[in-house]
């Protein structure tokens, strides 16, 4: 990793823009609707640390050098993270190209080296975050003490929360009935963690970009993940970091049915056709069993 993502609260922040044009104008386009209060300066006043004084951030734009060092240094001087626009060499930070879903936020960076790349990058990634999702965040956010609350154990709060994000209360919450997902959630908290264990059969042999939506949500809800020999790595990164891993030759239809029992959710990728005898195993257990094929190439 080349460079650490971080993202800034904007609320009650102020933001400086410094210099004119159609670069400042498009960074000061990235705070359209946030929370910030966002300063934009030019001339003599771009040179004075004060400007900048209780900025959280400060970008500067413009084609003259003097201009852009200048303005940099004073932003600097009010201890101020500054980005001038297209000069990676002279930045504190690099702009990335930001999906913007209220609450949710995605970027994709590349430290400067090609702003085209993260926006093509970035464009393949927003067709897979719906527009409710900064609904979802603000259900889970007006919950979070109550969730807390009623699941002190860290492991039951995570499965229940991985369900929640799936379930009836986020679907009314991406419809934009937001009352009908309070409900639902408070419904969902009452009952307490009882999900079902799943085991899914997801191709891993790639290409990546193959892999369905519905496949790339369950890597990401997976508790255990277990990859054969030969799975594409870029397939396998999709599961979350943390997720429990095994290897195929400790995991058996005794084990998987183990561990389903435990309400786990649990992707097997596997670069071979499915066992039929290992699904018939899982189903005669009463192992609610999915298989995700990759989609056909166009």
């Given at each position: 990793?080349?460079?650490?993502?971080?993202?800034?609260?904007?609320?009650?922040?102020?933001?400086?823009?410094?210099?004119?044009?159609?670069?400042?104008?498009?960074?000061?386009?990235?705070?359209?609707?946030?929370?910030?209060?966002?300063?934009?300066?030019?001339?003599?006043?771009?040179?004075?640390?004060?400007?900048?004084?209780?900025?959280?951030?400060?970008?500067?734009?413009?084609?003259?050098?003097?201009?852009?060092?200048?303005?940099?240094?004073?932003?600097?001087?009010?201890?101020?993270?500054?980005?001038?626009?297209?000069?990676?060499?002279?930045?504190?930070?690099?702009?990335?190209?930001?999906?913007?879903?209220?609450?949710?936020?995605?970027?994709?960076?590349?430290?400067?080296?090609?702003?085209?790349?993260?926006?093509?990058?970035?464009?393949?990634?927003?067709?897979?975050?719906?527009?409710?999702?900064?609904?979802?965040?603000?259900?889970?956010?007006?919950?979070?003490?109550?969730?807390?609350?009623?699941?002190?154990?860290?492991?039951?709060?995570?499965?229940?929360?991985?369900?929640?994000?799936?379930?009836?209360?986020?679907?009314?919450?991406?419809?934009?009935?937001?009352?009908?997902?309070?409900?639902?959630?408070?419904?969902?908290?009452?009952?307490?963690?009882?999900?079902?264990?799943?085991?899914?059969?997801?191709?891993?042999?790639?290409?990546?970009?193959?892999?369905?939506?519905?496949?790339?949500?369950a890597l990401g809800a997976a508790d255990v993940l277990i990859a054969d020999h030969g799975a594409d790595p870029d397939v396998v990164i999709m599961a979350r970091r943390d997720v429990?891993?095994?290897?195929?030759?400790?995991?058996?239809?005794?084990?998987?049915?183990?561990?389903?029992?435990?309400?786990?959710?649990?992707?097997?990728?596997?670069?071979?056709?499915?066992?039929?005898?290992?699904?018939?195993?899982?189903?005669?257990?009463?192992?609610?069993?999915?298989?995700?094929?990759?989609?056909?190439?166009?």
């Amino acid at each position: 990793m080349d460079s650490f993502p971080a993202y800034f609260p904007l609320a009650g922040r102020k933001v400086v823009i410094a210099g004119s044009g159609e670069a400042a104008d498009n960074k000061a386009r990235l705070f359209d609707g946030s929370p910030a209060t966002l300063v934009r300066v030019d001339g003599h006043a771009a040179f004075l640390p004060g400007t900048y004084a209780g900025a959280i951030l400060a970008f500067v734009a413009g084609d003259d050098e003097v201009f852009l060092q200048s303005a940099a240094s004073a932003a600097r001087a009010a201890r101020v993270l500054v980005n001038v626009v297209d000069k990676p060499a002279m930045s504190d930070f690099n702009t990335p190209a930001v999906i913007d879903r209220g609450e949710v936020v995605a970027a994709v960076g590349t430290g400067g080296a090609s702003p085209t790349l993260a926006t093509k990058l970035r464009n393949d990634i927003e067709a897979q975050v719906p527009e409710g999702s900064g609904r979802v965040a603000a259900l889970l956010r007006k919950f979070q003490d109550e969730v807390r609350g009623a699941l002190p154990a860290l492991h039951e709060r995570r499965a229940f929360l991985r369900d929640a994000v799936a379930g009836e209360a986020a679907q009314a919450a991406m419809a934009g009935d937001m009352d009908k997902a309070g409900q639902l959630f408070r419904q969902a908290l009452a009952k307490g963690v009882g999900r079902e264990g799943k085991v899914r059969f997801i191709a891993g042999k790639g290409p990546s970009d193959l892999l369905t939506l519905r496949a790339l949500r369950a890597l990401g809800a997976a508790d255990v993940l277990i990859a054969d020999h030969g799975a594409d790595p870029d397939v396998v990164i999709m599961a979350r970091r943390d997720v429990q891993r095994l290897e195929p030759a400790e995991v058996g239809a005794e084990k998987l049915i183990e561990l389903a029992r435990e309400g786990k959710q649990i992707v097997r990728l596997i670069v071979a056709p499915v066992d039929p005898a290992l699904v018939q195993a899982l189903a005669a257990a009463s192992v609610a069993v999915e298989v995700l094929m990759a989609a056909p190439a166009a």
